[in-house]
């Protein structure tokens, strides 16, 4: 079975700065993505960024990258220049192993920007 | 840019009453999904549908979930006798392919009273 694991379940980060946000999963698969999705107190899910595991460059989408390392089912997400809008839960999320399955979402980080 | 839609934002209902979420997933979408998030925890999957029939459904989704494409644009969750238990947002999904990005609509708040 897949599981994903996020063992921050709160993280704060002063305004300007970087944070970053670890995910840990587990899969039998060899080719798959991963991704980032933020949720914000409107409690909508909005894709942050997406990393496919065949490519070994790191994903990035403006002041988002992740750390993607294989080998350690390791999925990280950076912020940099951290905003007060960035302040949502954050959740990793891993596909699952057959033609259209299901979401498999870790337990969140809830990350707080401060001024 | 193309989005999921879904009606209503916000449903007030008594328990063992009926509902219908309704979603309209973005139109070149071959797949559709339906999620659950129970406040405070995380998102929970509950049923995948492509080709005009479930493709994949959890433990969640029992005898008194089903789910429906009634046309060419709508996707349906009903919920035939709803427990207190089934308050939570549910969150419509659809992805172009399998395994490849999911987009989100808004939600729907469902409370049970």
């Known amino acids: 079975a897949q599981t994903v694991t996020q063992s921050q379940p709160e993280m704060s980060v002063q305004e300007a700065e970087t944070v970053t946000l670890s995910c840990t999963y587990d899969?039998?698969?060899?080719?798959?993505?991963l991704f980032w999705y933020k949720q914000p107190p409107s409690r909508q899910m909005i894709l942050v960024i997406r990393?496919?595991?065949?490519?070994?460059q790191n994903a990035t989408e403006n002041r988002f990258s992740v750390n993607f390392q294989k080998a350690a089912k390791s999925f990280s997400l950076k912020i940099s220049d951290s905003q007060l809008g960035d302040t949502a839960m954050y959740f990793c999320a891993l596909p699952g192993e057959t033609s259209g399955s299901r979401l498999t979402f870790g337990e969140g980080t809830q990350l707080t920007v401060n001024p | 840019e193309p989005e999921v839609t879904q009606t209503p934002s916000h449903q007030v209902t008594q328990m063992g009453q009926e509902v219908i979420l309704r979603c309209v997933p973005i139109s070149n979408h071959l797949y559709f999904y339906w999620y659950r998030q129970i406040l405070g925890q995380k998102v929970e999957f509950l049923v995948s549908f492509y080709n005009n029939e479930i493709s994949e459904k959890s433990e969640i989704f029992d005898d008194q979930f089903s789910v429906e494409r009634p046309d060419g644009s709508n996707f349906t969750l009903k919920i035939r006798s709803t427990k207190l238990e089934d308050s939570a947002m549910y969150f419509c999904?659809?992805?172009?392919?399998?395994?490849?990005?999911?987009?989100f609509g808004p939600g729907t708040r469902l409370l049970v009273l």
């Open positions: 899969t039998s698969e060899n080719n798959y993505y």
């Open positions: 990393q496919e595991a065949y490519k070994q």
């Open positions: 999904a659809s992805s172009e392919d399998s395994q490849e990005t999911q987009y």
